[in-house]
């Protein structure tokens, strides 16, 4: 493999880690500060072992109907179970707290590896090496990038519904990208459904907390 292939996977990493990070500070945002590092180690932990499944298999996902569209829907769900979270307090129970958010941490990942994985498997036009050695590189990207995220979160709570609102566009560009919908979408909804997706997360998640407050 190339220096040039290895740059390449590098930035492939740094623009499309972003939303592991955060999903990761967010799941891991009400565990007990002692726990919080735990969180983040195993989430990333299984999160990355997932990736490297996904990496052998990337070839028979892809063949899945519909798997990129129900992952974006199952992603919709994680993004406003992390924004409301703290709000139920269903996180604030001691040691089970830990379990919850590394339970969440891999669900979300797993579903979000899938354009990173592809990414990098088009960078390396399929080289299984290749692939390995993206979601390898991956790892201290995610790690360190969700322990930045999470401290800013302590400092700024509403620095939440930003990451929320990162997770539901997220979730709508994999809907819309579902290529069973490929010849019968408009290019004019690529735009839209996103943008709807993440108004209504934030606007639910805001109308909860609000009423909470109550």
Known sequence: MSLAVLFKIILINIVLSGDNAVVI???SRNVPKKQQKKAIFWGTFGAIIL???FAVAIIYLLNIPFVTFIGGLLLVYIAIKLLIGEEEGHLR???????????????????????????????VEGNLAGIMIGVIISIPIVVFGSQIILKAMERYPAISYAGAGILAWTAGEMI????????????????????????????FGYLISKKKLI
């Open 25 to 27: 500070a967010m799941a």
């Open 176 to 203: 819309i990208g579902e290529p069973k919908f490929e010849p019968i979408l408009s290019n004019d909804l690529h735009l839209l459904v996103p943008s709807t997706i993440t108004v209504l997360v934030i606007g």
């Open 51 to 53: 990736r490297l499944l």
């Open 93 to 123: 129970e001691g040691g089970s707290s830990l379990v919850s958010a590394v339970k969440t941490i891999i669900i979300a990942d797993a579903v979000m590896s899938l354009d990173n994985v592809l990414a990098i498997a088009g960078a």
